[in-house]
T-cell receptor, first 109, second 111 residues
Framework: KNEVEQSPQNLTAQEGEFITINCSYS?????LHWLQQHPGGGIVSLFM???GKKKHGRLIATINIQEKHSSLHITASHPRDSAVYIC???????????FGKGITLSVRP | DVKVTQSSRYLVKRTGEKVFLECVQD?????MFWYRQDPGLGLRLIYF???????EKGDIPEGYSVSREKKERFSLILESASTNQTSMYLC??????????FGSGTRLTVV
């Protein structure tokens, strides 16, 4: 079993829809990252959080440390949100991140 | 903003060639990482470095080596490229807290 599981695996949405991407992890963590990767592109860090909730524009990330679960929400989705979204956790051991496999989001106009 | 620059976006090499992938960061970060990314497998850590001349194996170091002679530069070396090393390679650096910055990636094809 992977230490970091993401769901759903792939997601297709219509423009304007509210989207939720989930991440569950099985280890104790110091912080969790949500990363975005556009086709053929590098990885951009969207959020890093260790508790509560963070908001940036149309993106909201939440984390529940007790339940070992985090969600990334996209409000009023747009085709430019189409990308791979990757959850990664930092366990503090040797400064390494453990990654989920990512989910591919397609937003149709 | 921190910048992590990978020297090539796309690279095509022949089997058996020695390949150098370069990564440079501009913020004096101590920790740098090399990952490869494959469909269905996600990102996997190849090597990382805590400081100049320091290196540690990640999860899949076989067939790779690294060099860190200066703090800002972390090089990944494929001693004898093979077709199963065709992949997307990503470099990252880390601040003293938990923040990571990734490069744009190098898509390597070995023919």
């Amino acid at each position: 079993k992977n230490e970091v599981e993401q769901s759903p695996q792939n997601l297709t949405a219509q423009e304007g829809e509210f989207i939720t991407i989930n991440c569950s992890y099985s280890v104790g963590i110091s912080a969790l990252h949500w990363l975005q990767q556009h086709p053929g592109g590098g990885i951009v860090s969207l959020f890093m959080l260790s508790s509560g909730k963070k908001k940036h524009g149309r993106l909201i990330a939440t984390i529940n440390i007790q339940e070992k679960h985090s969600s990334l929400h996209i409000t009023a989705s747009h085709p430019r949100d189409s990308a791979v979204y990757i959850c990664a956790v930092y366990t503090g051991a040797n400064s390494k991140l453990t990654f989920g496999k990512g989910i591919t989001l397609s937003v149709r106009p | 903003d921190v910048k992590v620059t990978q020297s090539s976006r796309y690279l095509v090499k022949r089997t058996g060639e020695k390949v150098f992938l370069e990564c440079v960061q501009d913020m004096d970060h101590e920790n740098m990482f090399w990952y490869r990314q494959d469909p269905g497998l996600g990102l996997r850590l190849i090597y990382f470095s805590y400081d100049v001349k320091m290196k540690e194996k990640g999860d899949i170091p076989e067939g790779y080596s690294v060099s860190r002679e200066k703090k800002e530069r972390f090089s990944l070396i494929l001693e004898s490229a093979s077709t199963n090393q065709t992949s997307m390679y990503l470099c990252a650096s880390r601040t003293g807290s938990y923040g990571y910055t990734f490069g744009s990636g190098t898509r390597l094809t070995v023919v």
